[in-house]
């Protein structure tokens, strides 16, 4: 799987927390400077699987970078990898959006019931 600089994937942090994590792709094989790494600035990558992260978070610093992450791979043979079956200090391709869905629509007020209305009264025969 290639992976892009700039791409958005999930996380999962190292402690194992199932809390996933968006963060975006700082570095890949391809984009990493050869001249940083041997100055010792940049972290080496061990394969295309492995990519330098910064990972958003909701607290105050807003994020950390993490480096040389590992690809995660769904503990279930054959399944699709999310961020809550990949071990622990991994990524994964965060899911496709779905197609059609109005984002503006989640946030909406509820529309509420129309209230109920009395059956207009039957008319006597004649």
């Not at 001249?35 to 950390?64: I, K, N, Q």
Request: one cysteine or more.
């Amino acid at each position: 799987m290639n992976v892009a600089l700039g791409q958005i994937v999930h996380y999962r942090g190292k402690q194992g927390l199932r809390a996933p994590r968006a963060a975006i792709v700082t570095a890949t094989t391809d984009s990493l400077d050869p001249a940083g790494v041997e100055s010792g600035g940049v972290p080496a990558l061990d394969s295309d699987e492995h990519v330098h992260l910064w990972v958003f978070t909701p607290s105050v610093d807003g994020g950390f970078a993490e480096y040389n992450v590992a690809r995660g791979e769904s503990a279930t043979e054959g399944e699709e990898p999310v961020v809550g079956t990949i071990p622990p200090g991994t990524w994964c391709p965060a899911p496709a959006p779905v197609a059609g869905l109005d984002v503006a629509e989640l946030d909406a007020e509820p529309v509420a019931e129309p209230e109920a209305t009395e059956p207009p009264a039957a008319e006597p025969n004649s």
